[in-house]
């Protein structure tokens, strides 16, 4: 990668990331013969008036009192007024679709306000502002100091059957013990109809587990999952990292589950089944900094939408229009998106393409050619290369159509599988997409989608124009998992979608961060799953201690 000074002070002055956990008491409740079904957005706003969206819990079904397990981990910047607004839904579609969904209500705040109270609890409003019947929100914030992550593998064995026509569907939830009592870092998903379930492998931060101390105490509970959302409680147990560590590096750590009622009413009472733990090891959990700084390489592919329905260019309503200025949406996009891009690709070299024109000198319509007509060589030297071979390349192609994503995608795909061979997070790939937003392929650009969610791969789409963008957000898998037509589901999310002229009269860093929004999670989460280090990545794990802690005083004291 290029030296660390490229990257510019807004990646590296983060001051320290903090993870957000959320819990609701007394939720409206919208569904007529059951309990909402609640979620929980987190959105930020730094500047103007746009709020971005951060990211989303997991549903939790039939329950106005909900604990979310997954947390909220965001950049903490402690010169910035970071705006957040937490929205509750209940969620009705499959797609987990927010048009779909009832508002059950809203907190605004800022991250300091969080971080300085630990514990923030506060009523929630409607869009309104009016009270959201009696419900309330509870923000707790702790500080990531440490990234090492601890990795299990669990199943159990003989559980009690709690389903009078079945068995059981059992899952786990994980406590930490802390200064409020019992809080909850993990729930595992549920293994239907069986008493000998193996869950899903799964990874804990061991900061949210322990705080870092092996020896302090862990409880986990095991319960039969109810669509009613009132679970059976099968039974529990306390443990420490410390014992189940070493209990698994001989074979597998197992632990009897206890049903404390149970054992006070049935006199041979042993257990209500046992929990194996086969594996739990802490290993490193590398940032996006990490990979960035550790060497690897962000490869950027800019493509243009040539098609007709932005309008004949010589005609100043299309937005291929260059005025007196030399201005259009597509240069200024450009321009402000390349600039934000630019400086987290190493050797500045962007190979750039058109798609949708009749081209020279066949006059055939080509879906991907590169604007500077060179096939052998399209790279372009920086942006202001891209901005050069656009001025170039627009008077010599006829637009036309039709509007298809698919080869573009398949093209960049096609090198994201040639570094699947590699050993190291050597190679990410990222293909920026600038369109009108009209979409003629879309059953082949989901596949393309889903094929590519399985490489080291992501598209940012930016929309153009004033057009009706829906094709493009429901591409965009934020409001649920993309599949594709025959019913492949992504594996993960790789799409983000911005559009453009809610920006365009913005600070610059408004869309800067929407545009890399979500490509650091991405990154990281593609190579985590594969377990790939960064290429320059040689220190060892640090040791876990006990009684010493090596991290320096938090903020959150």
């Given at each position: 990668?290029?030296?660390?000074?490229?990257?510019?002070?807004?990646?590296?002055?983060?001051?320290?990331k903090?993870?957000?956990?959320?819990?609701?008491?007394?939720?409206?409740d919208?569904?007529a013969?059951?309990k909402?079904?609640?979620?929980?957005?987190?959105?930020?706003?730094?500047?103007?008036?746009?709020?971005?969206?951060?990211?989303?819990?997991?549903?939790?079904?039939?329950?106005?009192?909900?604990?979310?397990?997954?947390?909220?981990?965001?950049?903490?910047?402690?010169?910035?007024?970071?705006?957040?607004?937490?929205?509750?839904y209940?969620?009705?579609?499959?797609?987990?679709?927010l048009?779909?969904?009832?508002?059950?209500?809203?907190?605004?705040c800022?991250l300091?306000?969080?971080?300085?109270?630990?514990?923030?609890?506060?009523?929630?409003?409607?869009?309104?502002?009016?009270?959201?019947?009696?419900?309330?929100?509870?923000?707790?914030?702790?500080?990531r100091t440490?990234?090492?992550?601890?990795?299990?593998?669990?199943?159990?064995?003989?559980?009690?059957k709690?389903?009078?026509f079945?068995?059981?569907?059992?899952?786990?939830e994980?406590?930490k013990?802390?200064?409020?009592?019992?809080?909850?870092?993990?729930?595992?998903?549920?293994?239907k109809?069986?008493?000998?379930?193996?869950?899903r492998p799964?990874r804990?931060?061991?900061?949210?587990?322990?705080?870092?101390?092996?020896e302090?105490?862990?409880?986990?509970?095991?319960?039969d999952?109810?669509?009613?959302?009132?679970?059976?409680?099968?039974?529990?147990?306390?443990?420490?990292l410390?014992?189940?560590?070493?209990?698994?590096?001989?074979?597998?750590?197992?632990?009897?589950?206890?049903?404390?009622?149970?054992?006070?009413?049935?006199?041979g009472?042993?257990?209500?089944g046992v929990i194996?733990?086969?594996?739990?090891?802490t290993?490193?959990?590398?940032?996006?900094?990490?990979?960035?700084?550790?060497?690897?390489?962000?490869?950027?592919?800019?493509?243009?939408d040539?098609?007709?329905?932005?309008?004949?260019?010589?005609?100043?309503?299309?937005?291929?229009?260059?005025?007196?200025g030399?201005?259009?949406?597509?240069l200024?996009?450009?321009w402000?998106?390349?600039?934000?891009?630019?400086?987290?690709?190493?050797?500045?070299?962007?190979?750039?393409?058109?798609?949708?024109?009749?081209?020279?000198?066949?006059?055939?319509?080509?879906?991907?050619?590169?604007i500077?007509?060179?096939?052998?060589?399209?790279?372009?030297?920086?942006?202001?290369?891209?901005?050069?071979?656009?001025?170039?390349?627009?008077?010599?192609?006829?637009?036309?159509?039709?509007?298809?994503?698919s080869?573009?995608?398949?093209?960049?795909?096609?090198?994201?599988?040639?570094?699947m061979?590699?050993?190291t997070?050597?190679?990410?790939?990222?293909?920026?997409?600038?369109?009108?937003?009209?979409?003629?392929?879309?059953?082949e650009?989901r596949?393309?989608?889903?094929?590519?969610?399985?490489?080291p791969?992501?598209?940012?789409?930016?929309?153009?124009?004033?057009?009706?963008?829906?094709?493009?957000?429901?591409?965009?898998?934020?409001?649920?998992?993309l599949?594709?037509?025959?019913?492949?589901?992504?594996?993960?999310?790789?799409?983000?979608?911005?559009?453009f002229?809610q920006?365009q009269?913005g600070?610059?860093?408004?869309?800067?961060q929407?545009?890399?929004?979500?490509?650091?999670?991405?990154?990281?989460?593609?190579?985590?799953?594969?377990r790939?280090?960064?290429p320059?990545?040689?220190?060892?794990?640090?040791g876990?201690?006990?009684?010493?802690h090596p991290?320096?005083?938090?903020?959150?004291?």
């Amino acid at each position: 990668m290029a030296a660390l000074a490229s990257l510019g002070p807004k990646v590296t002055d983060c001051v320290t990331k903090v993870a957000l956990s959320v819990s609701c008491e007394n939720l409206l409740d919208m569904d007529a013969f059951s309990k909402s079904d609640p979620l929980c957005v987190l959105l930020m706003n730094s500047s103007g008036p746009h709020w971005c969206e951060i990211g989303r819990t997991e549903k939790i079904q039939n329950c106005l009192n909900p604990k979310f397990s997954k947390p909220f981990v965001i950049d903490y910047y402690f010169e910035m007024v970071q705006k957040l607004k937490f929205e509750v839904y209940d969620i009705d579609s499959g797609n987990h679709s927010l048009q779909e969904a009832d508002f059950l209500g809203e907190l605004e705040c800022t991250l300091g306000q969080v971080v300085s109270s630990k514990k923030l609890s506060r009523p929630l409003v409607m869009k309104d502002k009016s009270p959201a019947g009696k419900g309330t929100i509870t923000v707790c914030a702790e500080e990531r100091t440490d990234n090492r992550v601890v990795e299990f593998e669990v199943s159990g064995r003989k559980l009690d059957k709690k389903d009078f026509f079945g068995k059981s569907d059992p899952f786990l939830e994980f406590y930490k013990q802390a200064e409020s009592g019992w809080q909850l870092t993990h729930r595992t998903e549920v293994v239907k109809n069986n008493l000998n379930p193996i869950w899903r492998p799964f990874r804990i931060p061991l900061q949210s587990l322990c705080g870092g101390d092996v020896e302090k105490s862990i409880k986990i509970d095991c319960y039969d999952y109810n669509n009613s959302g009132s679970h059976d409680f099968i039974g529990s147990f306390v443990t420490t990292l410390s014992q189940m560590q070493q209990a698994s590096q001989t074979y597998a750590a197992e632990f009897e589950c206890i049903n404390s009622k149970k054992k006070q009413k049935k006199k041979g009472y042993k257990n209500s089944g046992v929990i194996i733990v086969k594996q739990c090891k802490t290993v490193k959990d590398y940032t996006f900094l990490d990979y960035i700084m550790g060497g690897c390489q962000i490869n950027f592919t800019i493509a243009i939408d040539f098609t007709g329905s932005n309008g004949d260019p010589s005609s100043p309503q299309s937005l291929h229009y260059i005025n007196p200025g030399g201005y259009n949406e597509y240069l200024a996009a450009i321009w402000a998106v390349g600039n934000v891009i630019q400086d987290y690709d190493s050797d500045k070299m962007f190979p750039a393409f058109g798609f949708g024109a009749k081209i020279p000198p066949s006059w055939q319509v080509c879906h991907e050619f590169p604007i500077n007509f060179n096939p052998s060589d399209p790279f372009c030297a920086g942006i202001e290369g891209v901005v050069q071979a656009y001025h170039h390349c627009l008077p010599q192609v006829k637009l036309y159509g039709p509007t298809n994503f698919s080869p573009i995608i398949n093209h960049v795909a096609h090198f994201g599988r040639q570094a699947m061979q590699q050993e190291t997070a050597m190679q990410y790939y990222v293909l920026l997409i600038i369109t009108d937003g009209v979409i003629t392929d879309m059953d082949e650009t989901r596949s393309a989608i889903v094929n590519a969610s399985r490489l080291p791969m992501s598209v940012i789409i930016v929309g153009v124009g004033g057009a009706d963008f829906s094709a493009m957000e429901f591409l965009d898998g934020d409001d649920g998992i993309l599949r594709s037509a025959a019913g492949e589901a992504a594996m993960r999310d790789i799409v983000q979608f911005v559009p453009f002229r809610q920006f365009q009269n913005g600070p610059s860093e408004m869309l800067a961060q929407s545009v890399l929004a979500e490509v650091p999670d991405q990154v990281v989460s593609f190579f985590s799953t594969r377990r790939l280090k960064p290429p320059r990545s040689d220190e060892p794990l640090p040791g876990l201690s006990a009684s010493t802690h090596p991290h320096p005083p938090t903020l959150l004291q």
